[in-house]
């Protein structure tokens, strides 16, 4: 089943509409592979058919459909291990020293909350909240609980969440980047499918989201991991998106963006800071 020129530019405009997401010229053969199973699901002969059908029916199942097949992406745990290394190292002790004068300051129960925005089927708040986990454990002193650093997860698929919500993976998931260690503490096997502790469940809330959508009241957060997510927007969208994750971000919050991003471009005053090979994004504390 060949994509016409003009079908593709068609999926083009209606994707872009839909989720905010821009593919590029080259990406053809992305769409017709994406693509045709749901065409062919459908009962239709050609993307023709389909996207007639699309506009016929308007907004709903099918168009979600569409966005689902597109925007499913490449993810992992502990995808880019030295942003988990540097979560482990020195960003969870700066989250810990802020919640501790924060206690001091009268907060009885004071909270750090995390944002995975664009958590795909959920490897990457998964791997945060293993990781949380662990340095409560091994510090007791701070005498902090896992439920003062709950992590809000989102993304636009509501396929790829309720994948999230199951934490259910095969062997194959956890070969790419779960430590022998964590396999060990944190996931119990059932037949093929090896499925999450209930007590990092606990630590998580999956919410479906689309950018393009106006923000609900969902903040503040300390920190915001929007990993290879962004590289894919338009620059206005980009721009919508910085001023969105600032106004949600505490004073001295971070911003976690991929490997491969960067703020380059846009007007914002997160100032850029290295931990390691890793580059966060901090929204300056009121007095400075």
Known sequence: MEVSTQEFRDVQTLVRS??????TDDKTYLVKTRLEPVVT???CTSFGDYLGRLQQLGAGAMRDELVEALTTGETSFNRDAHVFDEFRRRILSRVAESLRRRREQGTRVPVARIWSAGCSTGQEPYSLAMII???LSANVALGLKVEQLPILATDVSAKSLTTAKEGRYLERDLDRGVTPEQRRRYFQQQGLHWTINPQLKKMIEFRQMNFLNPMPDIGPFEL?????VMI???TPTRQKLCEQFHKLLVPGGLLILGAAESLYGLTTSLVSESFGSTTVYRKPDRHA
């Open 18 to 23: 839909l989720c905010g997401l821009v593919l």
């Open 41 to 43: 699901a459908h009962g």
């Open 133 to 135: 986990h662990e340095y």
């Open 224 to 228: 915001i991991f929007c990993r290879n």
């Open 232 to 234: 894919y927007f338009d």
